[in-house]
């Protein structure tokens, strides 16, 4: 019975290991520190072994996968509902801010959003578009982060923002 439990933990670690994500750029073994140090892209068997070895023996992976760094990359679900949480918590001084194109939470959700190089563009951005952002009728935090994202998509801050 020891033995199958054994067997179990290791083909899960080696599930894992094998399935964090090859694209990219990065070599085989997927995403990781492994793959940060041995970034040799031939992808030979020395090289794919040594950054799958290092992945499994950290256990970074998961890190990596849920914080989109060590070469992870990709909206993550954390990614997503920091953005849901914000704009519930700020939601008031959001509305304020984004009017006059200015202030300090809007310059951090400027950053939440993923427009830290486009933050002047994306305050002018939402100032120019508060109407249809928040109503006179009223909305929601979620609406209105739809209504955002959805502008963004069709505008010049498309390619300046990471959503």
Request: net charge negative; hydrophobic share 40%; with cysteine.
């Amino acid at each position: 019975m020891r033995y199958k439990a054994a067997l179990l933990v290791v083909a899960m670690f080696a599930t894992g290991t094998a399935f964090a994500g090859t694209g990219g750029g990065q070599n085989m073994s997927g995403c990781g520190l492994g793959s940060m140090l041995f970034t040799d892209n031939n992808n030979t068997k020395g090289v794919q072994s040594t950054a799958a070895t290092t992945n499994g023996t950290f256990y970074n992976q998961l890190f990596g996968i849920t914080s989109g760094t060590l070469g992870c990359t990709g909206d993550t679900w954390w990614t997503m509902k920091d953005k849901d949480v914000f704009v519930a918590v700020n939601f008031r001084n959001l509305s304020k801010e984004l009017s006059a194109g200015e202030g300090e939470v809007a310059v951090a959700f400027a950053e939440v959003m993923g427009c830290g190089e486009a933050v002047p563009q994306f305050l002018n951005f939402t100032k120019s578009n508060y109407g249809a952002l928040f109503p006179e009728d009223g909305t929601t935090p979620a609406k209105m982060l739809e209504t955002l994202e959805g502008r963004i998509v069709g505008s010049e801050l498309s390619g300046a923002c990471t959503l």
